[in-house]
T-cell receptor, first 116, second 114 residues
Framework: GNSVTQMEGPVTLSEEAFLTINCTYT??????LFWYVQYPGEGLQLLLK?????DKGSNKGFEATYRKETTSFHLEKGSVQVSDSAVYFC???????????????FGQGTILTVHP | DAGITQSPRHKVTETGTPVTLRCHQT?????MYWYRQDPGHGLRLIHY???????DKGEVSDGYSVSRSKTEDFLLTLESATSSQTSVYFC?????????????FGPGTRLTVT
């Protein structure tokens, strides 16, 4: 079946530091890949997505590139802010040609704390 | 804003009691989902629906049932709550075309079973 593995957290950075959160996946076919962010006490918000190999998703200074050869979708940001402190989830949606019904498979989440 | 509300937002209940959580959407989306969120596990799918009266099990469905009698409401029921069902429950819907669905989440329900 499908699976997503994220780097262990928590991750603690100083403001303006470079961020990388690793995400690798296992899936058949051509899945779509997503990053979600969850701020304290809130639900999940879609941060960015990529639907095919070599696509780059980007939003709010965050980027991730769909690398089929390494089955990875690492999240990066060049300069983090205190307001980026949150939990980040990598997720996968199975191949549209299958019977996935749009279900998502999530990684375990990575807690990011950014200090001033 | 995906027009999803969940009720109640917080609930404390005793072991063995039945509990029903409600997810309501205002945009007539076909697909709806229930997930639970637990530390170290991310989100795990409990049940999902692909239309009125059409539902199926996810990866952690034991102890849960669902119903969808109209498009806008998707109910999750714990027939006899156990402490292992203490969690945060999220409802979600899919928006967009089937080849590029994006999933949007409600605000969550924090359930504590004592």
């Amino acid at each position: 079946g499908n699976s997503v593995t994220q780097m262990e957290g928590p991750v603690t950075l100083s403001e303006e530091a470079f961020l990388t959160i690793n995400c690798t996946y296992t899936a058949t076919g051509y899945p779509s890949l997503f990053w979600y962010v969850q701020y304290p006490g809130e639900g999940l918000q879609l941060l960015l997505k990529a639907t095919k190999a070599d696509d780059k998703g980007s939003n709010k200074g965050f980027e991730a590139t769909y690398r089929k050869e390494t089955t990875s979708f690492h999240l990066e940001k060049g300069s983090v802010q205190v307001s980026d402190s949150a939990v980040y989830f990598c997720a996968l949606k199975g191949d549209a040609g299958g019977t996935s019904y749009g279900k998502l498979t999530f990684g375990q989440g990575t807690i990011l704390t950014v200090h001033p | 804003d995906a027009g999803i509300t969940q009720s109640p937002r917080h609930k404390v209940t005793e072991t063995g009691t039945p509990v029903t959580l409600r997810c309501h959407q205002t945009e007539n989306h076909r697909y709806m989902y229930w997930y639970r969120q637990d530390p170290g596990h991310g989100l795990r799918l409990i049940h999902y629906s692909y239309g009125v009266k059409d539902t199926d099990k996810g990866e952690v469905s034991d102890g849960y049932s669902v119903s969808r009698s109209k498009t806008e409401d998707f109910l999750l029921t714990l027939e006899s709550a156990t402490s292992s069902q203490t969690s945060v429950y999220f409802c979600a819907i899919n928006k967009g075309q089937s080849s590029s669905y994006e999933q949007y989440f409600g605000p969550g329900t924090r359930l504590t079973v004592t």
